[in-house]
């Protein structure tokens, strides 16, 4: 029965160091114009979205708006992003999104790709 209880116990934390070590995020990168554009999917159904522009070796990089989303980012399919904060470089804090007409947005992930705007974005 001690051998059985080793074995069970031995396979839980095999279980749980797989499960640990899970994806925690999944990213889409495209480009506009000068900037390199990333979309980062956590797995708590949060992103962010995160422009970097490298001028003479040097890389800015900055979050243009965050929100939640629905679906499997790292598969194809239906995915629905809710942007709910933009940052204003301004005052240097997120705020409520304003500058967008539509704030929930459907895309359809295919071959690992997704169009949102002017930007074609690709899963690496």
């Excluded at 074995?7 to 990168?29: D, H, S």
């Excluded at 790292?74 to 709910?84: E, I, R």
Aim: glycine share 8%; net charge neutral; with cysteine.
């Amino acid at each position: 029965m001690k051998n059985c209880l080793k074995v069970f116990t031995i396979l839980a934390l095999v279980a749980l160091l797989f499960t640990a070590c899970g994806e925690k995020t999944t990213v889409y990168r495209g480009r506009y114009q000068d900037l390199d554009v990333a979309i980062i999917f956590n797995s708590d159904g949060t992103f962010v979205q995160r422009a970097s522009l490298t001028v003479s070796g040097t890389t800015v990089s900055a979050d243009w708006y965050k929100g939640t989303y629905t679906g499997k980012p790292s598969q194809d399919g239906n995915l629905t992003l809710t942007f709910t904060h933009e940052y204003n470089s301004t005052s240097q804090a997120w705020e409520a999104v304003t500058s967008m007409t539509n704030t929930v947005i459907s895309v359809t992930v295919n071959n690992g790709q997704f169009t949102l705007g002017l930007v074609t974005y690709s899963r690496n």
